[in-house]
């Protein structure tokens, strides 16, 4: 059985996972593709609810036997990528398959299963608001947040390619646009 998607993507402390969790408490058609990762839980994760996490052996062995749909290395030596048995999983429960992927992986999506998904790029206000929301998230060490500062100035560039893009400035703002977004895709 097939059904639809939604792809979330924006460079991290955009407010992804913020806008994420909104979605999925205000509409029970959703659930959340569970990615496959090789980075470490951080703070109250835990496996097979945020992330699978797994070994790079693992990772590797799961590319070689072809169960992403797509997958990337978002960060030097950390993998990330969409299983097919989350899709699976999903749709035969009769519900809409929710993403949160980086920017590439956005993309790989929305090409993959075109109009079957909408793609939303979260924007954040400035690359200075961004970097002080990973700072004041506390989560990565100065190190990782300069590599993630780094980056967002790449993804940025291609938020042209997604179906919509929301600037997540004032929160309940960005959280309703997402969500009024969602719920157009949804009845279509
Ligand atoms: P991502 O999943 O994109 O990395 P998060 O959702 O973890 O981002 O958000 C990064 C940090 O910024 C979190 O501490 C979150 O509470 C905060 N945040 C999210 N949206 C806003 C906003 N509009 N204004 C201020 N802080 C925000
Ligand atoms: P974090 O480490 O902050 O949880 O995630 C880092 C980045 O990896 C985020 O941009 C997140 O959206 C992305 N990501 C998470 N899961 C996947 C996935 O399955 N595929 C891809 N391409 N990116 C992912």
Not at 46 to 65: P, Q, W
Not at 147 to 173: C, G, T
Request: no cysteine; aromatic share 10%; charged share 35%.
């Amino acid at each position: 059985m097939e059904g639809k998607l939604v792809i979330i993507s924006a460079p991290s402390g955009a407010g992804k996972t913020t806008i994420v969790r909104h979605l999925l408490r205000n509409d029970d058609r959703l659930e959340f593709s569970i990615s496959a990762t090789t980075r470490k839980p951080r703070g109250t994760e835990r496996n097979g609810i945020e992330y699978y996490f797994m070994t790079v052996d693992e990772f590797r062995k799961k590319i070689r036997n072809n169960s992403f749909v797509e997958w990337e290395e978002v960060y030097k030596d950390q993998y990330y990528g969409t299983l097919k048995s989350e899709i699976e999983r999903i749709w035969s429960a009769g519900r809409s398959v929710l993403f949160d992927v980086d920017v590439k992986g956005g993309i790989s999506l929305k090409k993959i299963f075109s109009g079957q998904a909408v793609s939303i790029f979260i924007m954040p206000p400035s690359v200075e608001e961004l970097e002080k929301r990973l700072n004041a998230r506390a989560t990565d060490s100065p190190e990782k947040i300069r590599m993630r500062v780094e980056k967002a100035k790449e993804e940025i560039k291609l938020a042209e390619s997604f179906d919509y893009i929301v600037v997540n400035d004032i929160l309940e703002k960005a959280q309703d646009e997402v969500f009024r977004i969602v719920r157009d895709f949804l009845a279509s």
